[in-house]
T-cell receptor
Framework: GAVVSQHPSWVICKSGTSVKIECRSLDFQATTMFWYRQFPKQSLMLMATSNEGSKATYEQGVEKDKFLINHASLTLSTLTVTSAHPEDSSFYIC?????????????FGPGTRLTVT | AQRVTQPEKLLSVFKGAPVELKCNYSYSGSPELFWYVQYSRQRLQLLLRHISRESIKGFTADLNKGETSFHLKKPFAQEEDSAMYYCALGRNEKLTFGTGTRLTIIP
């Protein structure tokens, strides 16, 4: 089946620095990828939709200048958390859509645990 | 705006007993509904979708538009069913997830 990887799996950074998270579709081309955030014991919250070759679409309340998304190729999307603060600490999950599976067929990455100190 | 509600955060069921995970939704259009599962230390994966009317790993879910529900059911629970289950609603090619139910099967 379709596989999505994320790197790194966990990262610790200091307040004020930026951190980049990569999301790759390993065996299929994904024109659309999604970025979610998950707080402890809470649901996945969609942050943005990343489309290859165009600007990402952010959900209401998500700061696009803080969470920079780049989808430079059909297999790679990156999320950069800029000027990170402790409140940005969370579990970030990406997913990629495999078109033949239907418009809601999403394959999820394993997630990245970000801790900002 | 669409919303997905899973009223039970935790559910414990004895092995061999029936399982029902509740999901209610609010959405004004025609919904597409899904159940996703996350086993321990694994990533989220699709379990089933209402449009397929399929049974996966013994689980079924019927969309009840009158009650705006999409409950997940299995007649006889197995230990390997222990996991986190999320109900999700699809709209505009995006998914809205419920808060999830942690199912524990007691041996």
């Amino acid at each position: 089946g379709a596989v999505v990887s994320q790197h790194p799996s966990w990262v610790i950074c200091k307040s004020g620095t930026s951190v980049k998270i990569e999301c790759r579709s390993l065996d299929f081309q994904a024109t659309t990828m999604f970025w979610y955030r998950q707080f402890p014991k809470q649901s996945l919250m969609l942050m943005a939709t990343s489309n290859e070759g165009s600007k990402a679409t952010y959900e209401q309340g998500v700061e696009k200048d803080k969470f920079l998304i780049n989808h430079a190729s059909l297999t790679l999307s990156t999320l950069t958390v800029t000027s990170a603060h402790p409140e940005d600490s969370s579990f970030y999950i990406c997913s990629a859509r495999d078109p033949p599976g239907g418009r809601y067929e999403q394959y999820f990455g394993p997630g990245t645990r970000l801790t900002v100190t | 705006a669409q919303r997905v509600t899973q009223p039970e955060k935790l559910l414990s069921v004895f092995k061999g007993a029936p399982v029902e995970l509740k999901c209610n939704y609010s959405y004004s259009g025609s919904p597409e509904l899904f159940w996703y599962v996350q086993y321990s230390r694994q990533r989220l994966q699709l379990l089933l979708r209402h449009i397929s009317r399929e049974s996966i790993k013994g689980f079924t879910a019927d969309l009840n538009k009158g009650e705006t529900s999409f409950h997940l059911k299995k007649p006889f629970a197995q230990e390997e069913d222990s996991a986190m289950y999320y109900c999700a609603l699809g709209r505009n090619e995006k998914l809205t997830f419920g808060t999830g139910t942690r199912l524990t099967i007691i041996p």
